[in-house]
């Protein structure tokens, strides 16, 4: 289960391989995703795109601009044409 942590600007999910991320920034607003970080063990499963998913539901449902300075999320969000 993907968790919002608010306090360090994360969306988190803990595996018994290691635990998966998305870190982002908040300006005036603005939410800027700076790091998608899967584990080697955990690649493939589809991991950074649910973490991918589930900010951008948070962000837009919050009403807060994004910006990714992300190379995952900026793909993602180009492939769903979310840019």
């Known amino acids: ?8 600007h994360m ?5 018994p391989e290691g635990r998966a991320y998305l870190e982002y920034t908040e300006d005036n607003g603005t939410v800027t995703v700076i790091h998608t970080i899967v584990p080697k063990a955990l690649e493939g499963r589809g991991i950074a795109a649910k973490l991918a998913e589930t900010f951008y ?3 837009s449902e919050n009403h807060h601009p994004i910006r990714s300075d992300c190379s995952y999320m ?4 180009k492939r ?4």
Not at 11 to 15: D, P, V
Not at 74 to 77: R, V
């Open 74 to 77: 900026t793909a993602w969000m």
């Open 80 to 83: 769903k044409k979310l840019d």
């Open 1 to 8: 289960m993907i968790t919002h942590n608010e306090g360090l």
């Open 57 to 59: 539901r948070w962000a």
């Open 11 to 15: 969306f988190e999910i803990e595996y």
